[in-house]
Every structure is written in C-alpha cells, then in structure tokens.
C-alpha cells in the first residue's frame, strides 16, 4: 500500500539582489532580506514553513497542499511583493522575486525534490523573472 503526501516546495530567489548590496551596501541588504521573510510569513498559513536557503534564496514548504494550491500562495504573495516597498532608514527598495514550485513524488529523494524545484525557479528566471515556474512531474 503507498500513502501519497501532498507536500510542495517551493524555492524563491529575490530578483537582482546584488545590486540591492553593491548599491546600498549588506546591512541593508540583510535588512531587506529580513523584511522579504516577513512578508512571506505574513502571506502563508501557519502550517507552512519558510526558511533561508542561501545567499538571498529561501524554500518554501506546502504540507497537504496540491500544487494548484501552492501556486495560488506564491503568486498572491508575487502581487503583494510588487505592491510593497521596503523602508529601509532613508532608502525605499521595491523588490521582487521569482520562484520555482514542485511537488513531492513517493520514493523521490530530498535532493531531487530540491532540484525540480530549482530548475523550475531557473526556468522562471530565464522566462523574465517576477514570476512562479511549476516543475515537470516526473
């Protein structure tokens, strides 16, 4: 018997981010990273984690949600990204992400469900970023 768990995942990549650093400098960069995580704290349910997963990339996971679900999430969170503005002491950054979404299969290992996820978000950068990439099933 296989039990299926519907469980997506998500990895996001803040859009231009080193010019946000190499223009106002990494305590402000830190501190925009700091503020992106709230926002997408604010924008999930609490079942859902979020966490950083290097340089300015955090994953997203969906537990007993379908992609169809997931993707809503992230792009609800896409349009209220665009709609705020960081105030960052006297500098106001407007950032904006692109993501790469896939969904766990049976017997797939964390490596490789990490990976779909992440050609998925390579994908969504090559196609014009500000945007969410599913990945292909397997």
Avoid: C
């Amino acid at each position: 018997m296989s039990l299926q768990i519907a469980l997506g995942l998500a990895i996001l990549d803040i859009d231009y981010f080193k010019s946000i650093n190499d223009r106002y400098g990494h305590a402000i960069g830190d501190r925009a990273l700091t503020q992106f995580a709230q926002l997408i704290k604010s924008a999930i349910r609490e079942a859902d984690s979020v966490g950083r997963f290097g340089g300015e990339e955090f994953l997203l996971l969906f537990p007993d949600t379908n992609l169809a679900g997931a993707e809503f999430v992230l792009n609800r969170l896409l349009a209220r990204v665009a709609q705020a503005t960081l105030q960052l002491d006297d500098h106001k950054l407007e950032i904006r992400f692109s993501a790469g979404l896939a969904r766990w299969n049976e017997g797939e290992t964390v490596e490789a469900f990490i990976e779909r996820a992440d050609v998925a978000l390579y994908h969504a950068k090559q196609s014009g970023r500000g945007r969410v990439k599913v990945s292909e099933p397997l």
